[in-house]
């Protein structure tokens, strides 16, 4: 199989305060993982690009000291949202692919933030 | 470069009638395809993909697809709608470590 987990599935944080999601591929090395933001209603947009023991590459409009991503191991790869605001609250994906030749990425569950 | 486009927003069919969901792509490689399907608050499912093998792909829940190179087309069909397909579907090119969305197609079954 292909499992990613992510966590948490459901996070409500203050304003002004940062938080972190986890993007876990359970039994599979992950060279390359992504992070989708996805609003209500809409498609996944492609925040950020990472392969494992580099900086990420961040889509166009993606603010990088915002949204910080840290891929320090094979299996895990970490979003954090800095300084959140309510403009921040969204549903978050993240995807995984087993090697840098990849065709196929795998899906996390996803992650509700709410900021208020 | 690569991009999706999906040709309706939203589709609405009645319970037991075929579902056709079209998808257009543009792929400077030769891509990977995928359809996802998206129940309101969860995350992404697959449903079938196309990797250069056969042209007529089979996925789950009675769902297929055929991928027409000379059309750029990958549609995707199913025969009788069921009440539990109602959910947003996303069409998917991918290739040289590159994935990108369709818009999605919101599909509505009436009973």
């Known amino acids: 199989g292909a499992v990613v987990s992510q966590h948490p599935s459901r996070v409500i944080c203050k304003s002004g305060t940062s938080v972190k999601i986890e993007c876990r591929s359970l039994d599979f090395q992950a060279t390359t993982m992504f992070w989708y933001r996805q609003f209500p209603k809409q498609s996944l947009m492609l925040m950020a690009t990472s392969n494992e023991g580099s900086k990420a590459t961040y889509e166009q409009g993606v603010e990088k000291d915002k949204f910080l991503i840290n891929h320090a191991s094979l299996t895990l790869s970490t979003l954090t949202v800095t300084s959140a605001h309510p403009e921040d609250s969204s549903f978050y994906i993240c995807?995984?692919?087993?090697?840098?030749?990849?065709?196929?990425?795998?899906f996390g569950q996803g992650t509700r933030l709410t900021v208020v | 470069a690569q991009s999706v486009t999906q040709l309706d927003s939203h589709v609405s069919v009645s319970e037991g009638t075929p579902v056709l969901l079209r998808c257009n792509y543009s792929s400077s490689y030769s891509p990977s395809l995928f359809w996802y399907v998206q129940h309101p608050n969860k995350g992404l499912q697959l449903l079938l993909k196309y990797t250069s093998a056969a042209t007529l792909v089979k996925g789950i829940n009675g769902f297929e697809a055929e991928f027409k190179k000379s059309e750029t087309s990958f549609h995707l069909t199913k025969p009788s709608a069921h009440m539990s397909d109602a959910a947003e579907y996303f069409c998917?090119?991918?290739?040289?470590?590159?994935?990108?969305f369709g818009a999605g197609t919101r599909l509505t079954v009436k009973p």
């Open positions: 998917v090119v991918s290739g040289n470590n590159d994935m990108r």
């Open positions: 995807s995984a692919s087993k090697s840098r030749g990849w065709t196929e990425a795998f």
